[in-house]
């Protein structure tokens, strides 16, 4: 009884950093050594959503925001992760970097392929996503709609 105990406090509680070669499940969602890590403070759009380009056509921007990410962090391995808690998913939460140093979660949102989440950070990365806004990086590339203040993204 001990033992299964011990075996589950080690697994919830992480101490320092994760480091290795990052797997993209999704646009804010990663995966190293086993351990899924949900990037905190961005929100991007899953896999299979949709959002509207300059014209109003639809496009794959969950597809993008993954593929986006995955050459960011493969431009600069191996990457680290630094964890403020776990989600209601059981996810690590936390920032992590490239070996280069550079803030992935915040590349994320200044890029255009994720927004600022400001429940989560208190508006970290609320200053990026006015530049990724104002030069109409990734998904704020598309058409807004007068009753919406972000992206279009079509679920």
Request: net charge negative; charged share 25%.
């Amino acid at each position: 009884m001990a033992l299964a105990l011990l075996a589950a406090a080690g697994a919830t509680a992480q101490t320092g950093p994760i480091i290795g070669d990052a797997f993209v499940v999704d646009g804010d969602t990663i995966e190293i050594a086993g351990e899924r890590i949900q990037l905190s403070g961005v929100d991007a759009p899953e896999d299979w959503q949709f959002c509207l380009d300059q014209t109003g056509a639809d496009y794959r921007c969950g597809k993008e925001s993954s593929l986006a990410l995955d050459a960011f962090l493969s431009a600069s391995r191996p990457t680290r992760c630094e964890f403020s808690g776990r989600d209601r998913y059981g996810r690590y939460v936390g920032t992590c970097f490239r070996a280069d140093g550079k803030d992935a979660n915040r590349w994320m949102v200044e890029s255009g392929y994720a927004i600022n989440r400001d429940n989560h950070n208190r508006g970290l990365y609320a200053a990026a996503q006015e530049v990724a806004r104002s030069i109409g990086a990734g998904m704020w590339r598309g058409h807004r709609r007068a009753e919406r203040s972000g992206p279009v993204v079509e679920e």
